[in-house]
């Protein structure tokens, strides 16, 4: 039996009562929503040193932190993108914290070293997220996030001298970078300035298109559109890659929905005309060739389709559809020497087609096996493109395709010191609780022992239309070769199936995706991979809410439960930063009927006092600004002051760092190694 070294901290009660239409909910742990409280920070100390006593007796600890070391050393590589006549490509040595941006010049087949992320923090913790190369390739704009928050600062480079520019351009959040045809400014997004003392409070209200122009204070910007009557709307604003037209896309969720407008670039005193003027159904641009605009909607198409319209200064005419629906989810889809080249998802892996223009298959092309496309790189008016693909267990290896011929050429292949071809993965269908049938990837060494002991690792995600298609990670290898198996449910919400599929997933459907998940658990136990006491569950984000709903519904079915950087107060997420674009996925609990259904699985107000739960690791971050941390930190207090056995139920918060994107392989290795050290303790 595992007991925790040290007793639990407990953790102060308030009276906060919440009246929900009619309906009392008690919220004893709001002041730990204030990450900035003194006392919240007394609470983060104690409940880490909490954590740093149990794990530090974990005999793997050490070990591990060795091994994934070991191998994450390896050498990465991104897809190249040209750009006038050179490649720009981002590459990783292996335990660098972040990638590198060199310059790869085709004439004299020299590399440079552009821009080194590394130098800008002596931690890793200063990220490029963002980077949009000037039409000439004079220029380079990038964002930097800080500490992995959404937040971000645009700055330039000069590629000519590869100095860095003055320009600075703050108060920026999920914006693209648009570069006008001259190279004399960009287009871009911000929010207005905020006085707050953490940037768990800043707001992403208030969006403004504005232009940029170089050499010029950020200040002196010209505001190209907002909309004060909507505050909670968000522009952006992008170019067809001959810098004709742009485009304005307007969003106010997560959802697939948006309005769309165009206009000649340079002409910005011309109206916006309209291609969809209301929130029914979401477009996004794929090209534009000779005035024809190739769009991606899922209007009448479920799983997604390519319609071709035909541009006016006076609006759009003679719509079209150019890749008709064919029942495969349709991912995405760029244009490569002016032909449509399509990403689709099939039992959830990637295939990829190519259309012409005017309609028609021109050919499948050839992938190396089962797996994802995880990166591209193309040129509308070139005749080769690039692609990154990866399995579970295929390292992410870049190809490219040029297209006289559908066969890969290996461009980047990674060297990796592990046995790989004594491991399988298997993809199998099991049968939810509704009679549907879902898809699961299950990864173990060849000739595993089917004796219900083997200790087990079930992950899951479960919603926003993202599909579980396999990719390889490093750290994984170091659960596998200890023995363990690695299993992937590909519940409803994701999109797998298409939008019905997603749909099955979201709203007061949500309920599904736990029972996709529970069944998964049940199904690797009937097949003897493995039992309660060595199955572990993991999901981070939406994947922790999936992770936090089972624990609460099902804790007899885990011997141990990951929740990474999760969604757990379902009554109260959307009031902070990035929570109010989810709430077409979950609901609002200040609607009555979607109160209701929130509040029946919401894992925060679902823990049940003296119930016995398995070993819980909760894992957050400081300054995670998607889905901020109070939420993880209110679930444990709770968790720890209901349970009735003796069992570790503790969370780990990072230290300068966000919801995960950005975060420095160093990060990564001590994270894993405390994750993996947890699951084996209590797994074995």
């Known amino acids: 039996m595992t007991r925790n070294i040290t007793p639990r901290p407990i953790t102060k009660r308030e009276l906060v009562i919440d009246d929900y239409h009619g309906t009392p909910v008690a919220d004893p742990y709001r002041w730990l929503e204030d990450d900035t409280a003194p006392d919240v920070k007394d609470w983060i100390k104690t409940q880490n040193q909490h954590f740093e006593d149990y794990i530090k007796e974990s005999p793997d600890r050490e070990p591990l932190k060795q091994r994934l070391t070991e191998l994450w050393h390896y050498a990465r590589s991104g897809t190249p993108e040209y750009v006038a006549g050179q490649y720009y490509v981002w590459r990783n040595n292996g335990l660098q914290n972040q990638s590198v941006l060199y310059r790869w010049q085709i004439a004299t087949n020299s590399e440079t070293l552009v821009l080194d992320p590394n130098l800008l923090s002596d931690d890793g913790t200063v990220a490029v997220m963002n980077s949009a190369f000037s039409p000439d390739g004079n220029y380079l704009a990038y964002s930097l996030s800080v500490s992995g928050s959404d937040w971000q600062s645009i700055r330039f480079m000069d590629l000519r001298t590869d100095t860095v520019l003055p320009d600075q351009l703050d108060h920026v959040k999920f914006s693209g970078i648009a570069w006008l045809p001259d190279e ?36 002196a910007d010209k505001i190209i559109h907002n909309n004060p009557d909507q505050p909670d709307w968000d522009f952006r604003l992008l170019t067809d890659e001959g810098k004709k037209w742009a485009f304005r896309t307007t969003s106010y969720s997560t959802l697939f929905k948006s309005q769309l407008h165009y206009r000649l670039l340079m002409d910005l005193d011309a109206p916006w005309c309209t291609i969809a003027d209301n929130f029914d159904e979401g477009y996004s641009v794929t090209g534009v060739i000779d005035d024809v605009a190739y769009l991606y909607t899922q209007k009448n198409a479920p799983f997604g389709s390519i319609i071709a319209v035909d541009f006016t200064t006076d609006g759009p005419r003679n719509e079209r559809t150019i890749v008709p629906d064919n029942g495969e989810t349709l991912e995405w889809a760029s244009m490569v020497n002016n032909h449509i080249l399509c990403c689709y998802v099939q039992h959830a892996v990637n295939k990829l087609k190519l259309y012409k223009p005017c309609g028609g298959l021109l050919w499948e092309l050839e992938l190396p096996g089962p797996g994802s496309i995880l990166g591209l790189s193309c040129k509308q008016n ?25 066969k890969p050429q290996i461009w980047f292949a990674p060297e990796i010191d592990f046995p790989l071809d004594e491991y399988e993965t298997q993809q199998v269908f099991y049968t939810s609780k509704d009679g549907t049938q879902v898809p699961l990837f299950i990864t173990a060494k060849k000739g595993l022992p089917r004796n219900g002991k083997n200790p087990t690792l079930l992950y899951g995600y479960g919603g926003f239309e993202i599909a579980m ?43 599904n995706v736990f029972d996709d998940f529970i069944a998964a658990g049940e199904y690797l136990i009937a097949q003897k991979y493995t039992s309660t006491p060595h199955l572990g569950i993991m999901g981070g984000s939406n994947g922790g809410l999936l992770t936090g709903a089972c624990l609460t519904q099902r804790p007899d079915l885990f011997g141990a439960v990951i929740v990474a950087v999760p969604v757990l107060d379902m009554l109260r997420y959307h009031l902070f930063t990035a929570g109010r674009y989810w709430t077409g996925e979950y609901g609002c609990a200040d609607d009555p009927e979607q109160f209701s259904f929130l509040y029946k699985y919401s894992p925060l107000h679902n823990v049940r006092m003296n119930a016995a739960y398995p070993p819980t690791l909760v894992m957050t971050a400081d300054t995670d600004d998607r889905v901020v941390p109070g939420q993880a930190r209110k679930f444990i207090a709770t968790l720890q002051a209901a349970d009735a056995g003796d069992k570790p139920l503790l969370v780990r918060i990072e230290t300068s760092a966000g919801h995960g994107h950005g975060k420095p392989i160093s990060k990564h290795i001590e994270e894993r190694a405390d994750l993996y050290a947890f699951l084996l303790r209590n797994l074995r």
């Not at 690039?386 to 006289?404: E, K, N």
């Not at 363990?484 to 459907?509: D, K, N, P, Q, T």
């Open 184 to 219: 004399s400014g960009v287009y871009y997004t911000r929010y207005p300035a905020q006085d707050v003392d953490s940037v768990l409070k800043a707001e992403a209200r208030n969006s403004m298109i504005c232009l940029h122009k170089l050499g010029t204070p950020q200040n």
């Open 382 to 406: 070139r005749e080769e493109f690039h692609v990154q693909f990866g399995g579970f267990l295929s390292p992410s290896t870049v190809y490219r395709y040029d297209f006289a011929s559908n």
């Open 469 to 511: 298609t396999p990719s390889f990670s490093a750290a994984f290898l170091a659960w596998l070769e200890q023995g363990g198996v690695y299993a992937v449910a590909c519940i409803r919400g994701g999109s797998e199936y298409g939008e019905a599929w997603h749909r099955a997933g979201m709203l007061e459907s949500k309920q």
